[in-house]
């Protein structure tokens, strides 16, 4: 399965603003970053999305949705929320997993799914498909075989 992973756009905690969890949504370079995505994710054939529900990565959807017309199903899940205060790596390994060996099991291996994220579980997600650690970028999008 090719497997889109994309880092949520620039929020105002990712500038350095202090903001409460519920109100650090995407900044206008966020937003910026969010529409570049959609257009370069508006090619392709998608058989699902996954979206962390936290509101920067809404947002980063609702961007990606706004230029497209198929009915893919979308998943909100806690899966791909951001990693904890208090959740270790271990712990955070772990819900990567599960989530990575649910996808296998719910998906073919001619499917693309996208998965909008944040930075530790994207890239948690890189190191365990493979097996090294990269650097993600807010609004970055990469491409993978699971």
Same mark, same amino acid.
């Given at each position: ?16 603003? *202090?903001?409460?969890?519920? &109100? /650090?949504?995407?900044?206008? %370079? ?9 257009? +370069?994710?508006?090619?392709m054939n ?35 929320? *951001?990693?904890?205060?208090? &959740? /270790?790596?271990?712990?955070? %390994? ?9 996808? +296998? ?15 530790k579980p ?25």
């Amino acid at each position: 399965m090719k497997l889109i992973l994309i880092r949520h756009g620039e929020s105002a905690r990712n500038r350095g603003l *202090p903001v409460d969890s519920e &109100e /650090n949504n995407l900044t206008a %370079k966020g937003v910026q970053q969010a529409i570049e995505v959609a257009a +370069k994710l508006a090619p392709m054939n998608i058989d699902a999305i996954y979206c962390s529900n936290a509101p920067r990565c809404v947002q980063t959807l609702d961007e990606i949705l706004r230029i497209r017309e198929d009915n893919m199903p979308i998943h909100l899940t806690s899966l791909v929320g *951001p990693k904890l205060k208090k &959740e /270790n790596y271990e712990k955070l %390994k772990s819900r990567m997993e599960l989530f990575l060996d649910d996808l +296998k099991y719910d998906h073919k291996e001619n499917e693309t799914v996208v998965v909008i994220s944040h930075l530790k579980p994207i890239s948690m997600a890189l190191f365990l498909i493979k097996g090294k650690q990269e650097v993600v970028t807010n609004g970055d999008l990469l491409e993978v075989v699971l």
